[in-house]
């Protein structure tokens, strides 16, 4: 059973920054496939980033440029540098990982673990 912890949440103001970090435990970490989803007040939860096992990177139109995913498969962690933050960027962060990576990296159900989310204010 995989765990996650997402943590760095907070309140910023308009280009701003913010780094989240989400830690797994359990699991093999380097073989699953990470992404960030988003949520908020009476909006759908709606695909930020993610990190392939390989690696490789995805991110939504609204955050490209300024959102950076990484991992550090020794420590079990996943980050999103968030950069230039905009009001609009105001939502729960979650962190999500998919133990059997075989699925859309961008559709919320492909993925089998979720962590509790974290909040992220941005004031104009």
């Known amino acids: 059973q995989v765990q996650l912890g997402e943590s760095g949440g907070g309140s910023v103001q308009s280009g701003g920054s913010l780094r989240l970090s989400c830690a797994a435990s359990?699991?093999?970490?380097?073989?699953?496939?990470m992404g960030w989803f988003r949520q908020a007040p009476g909006k759908e939860r709606w695909f930020v980033a993610a990190i392939t096992r390989s690696h490789g990177t995805y991110y939504a139109d609204s955050v490209k440029g300024r959102f950076s995913i990484s991992r550090d498969n020794a420590k079990n962690t996943v980050f999103l540098q968030m950069s230039s933050l905009k009001p609009e960027d105001t939502a729960v962060y979650y962190c999500?990982?998919?133990?059997?990576?075989?699925?859309?990296?961008?559709?919320?159900?492909?993925?089998?673990?979720w962590g509790q989310g974290t909040q992220v204010t941005v004031s104009s």
């Open positions: 999500a990982g998919d133990s059997l990576p075989y699925g859309d990296v961008r559709i919320p159900t492909t993925y089998d673990y």
């Open positions: 359990g699991g093999t970490f380097k073989n699953y496939n």
